[in-house]
């Protein structure tokens, strides 16, 4: 029979083994936990490093840059003393779809009217609107009826080589016609019908305040003058200025009104959404 001392030593083994067997378990789970938290902690890392990549944690969200509609080019006005500085236009936010009316008033009768189109000549509205906001066009004279049939104004100069400090590039030039006549093939549109607004500039290219309004059709072989709108309302008052005598303006053109066609003041208005209505421009109920 064993002795007392030996069962005391078989005790104290298997307990020294029972307290092994718990640490071991013990530092297992430790492990385990701390594996885990590990992995949550990089995943959090991950998930945090992306989130303040992306901006998530900046104070104001960042705005997506806007995009420029127009640029606006600088032109000399120390170098050109018939220009004007008034600033420029925006060049983001800009509307380029609808229409804006413009209103036109001389002293040749009532107001004459256009709708200036927004989606294919966005920066020529931009400008005239602008320029219309500064009064650049108030007490003006158009200085031309030029022998395109077109009342020219917008140089408050009167020199045909004014405007604002700035330029903008040509839009929506009509294609070339068929035919260098000013009367179109029958069934066929002129580049520039009776009632066109459109831009001019001098040198081509670089628009800045000056503009036509077409009393007559004009069916040139290169048209070069952009189409910006078109007369809603008083062309009639439009032909009779087109119909007044016209003298030299100085450098041998009989261009320049003999009767001094003045702009009184010219306004833009908000934009309208809705298509424009198709059809004739409607004549002044007072003019005469």
């Known amino acids: 029979m064993a002795s007392s001392r030996d069962r005391q030593r078989k005790l104290a083994r298997a307990k020294l083994?029972?307290?092994?067997?718990?640490?071991a378990a013990a530092a297992k789970r430790r492990r385990q936990i701390q594996a885990g938290v590990g992995a949550a902690v990089v995943l959090a890392l991950i998930v945090v490093?992306?989130?303040w990549a992306l901006g998530a944690?900046?104070?104001?969200?960042?705005?997506?840059?806007?995009?420029?509609?127009?640029?606006w080019t600088p032109q000399d006005a120390g170098a050109n003393t018939n220009l004007r500085d008034v600033g420029t236009p925006d060049t983001t936010g800009l509307p380029t779809s609808g229409t804006r009316p413009m209103t036109v008033t001389t002293n040749q009768g009532a107001p004459i009217t256009a709708e200036l189109d927004l989606a294919s000549a966005p920066c020529?509205?931009?400008?005239?609107?602008?320029?219309?906001?500064?009064?650049?066009y108030d007490n003006t004279k158009c200085h031309e009826i030029t022998t395109e049939g077109a009342l020219r104004c917008g140089d408050p100069s009167g020199t045909g080589i004014g405007g604002p400090a700035y330029s903008f590039y040509d839009e929506n030039v009509p294609t070339a016609a068929p035919s260098p006549s000013s009367s179109p093939a029958p069934g066929a549109a002129p580049a520039y019908p009776k009632g066109t607004v459109a831009m001019i500039a001098n040198p081509p290219g670089a628009n800045g305040s000056q503009f036509l309004i077409f009393f007559k059709d004009f069916n040139p072989a290169q048209p070069k003058y952009?189409?910006?709108?078109?007369?809603?309302?008083?062309?009639?008052?439009?032909e009779k200025i087109g119909a007044l005598p016209t003298v030299d303006n100085g450098s041998g053109?009989?261009?320049k009104p003999k009767t001094d066609v003045v702009i009184q003041s010219l306004t833009v208005g908000e934009v309208d959404a809705a298509p424009s209505a198709t059809g004739p421009p409607a004549a002044s109920p007072s003019a005469g």
């Open 253 to 255: 053109a009989k261009v």
């Open 49 to 51: 490093g992306s989130a």
């Open 124 to 136: 020529a509205a931009a400008s005239i609107s602008y320029l219309a906001g500064k009064s650049f």
């Open 57 to 71: 944690f900046d104070s104001t969200p960042e705005k997506k840059a806007a995009e420029d509609v127009c640029l």
């Open 226 to 238: 952009p189409v910006i709108g078109n007369v809603t309302g008083g062309l009639d008052v439009l």
């Open 17 to 23: 083994d029972r307290q092994l067997a718990r640490r």
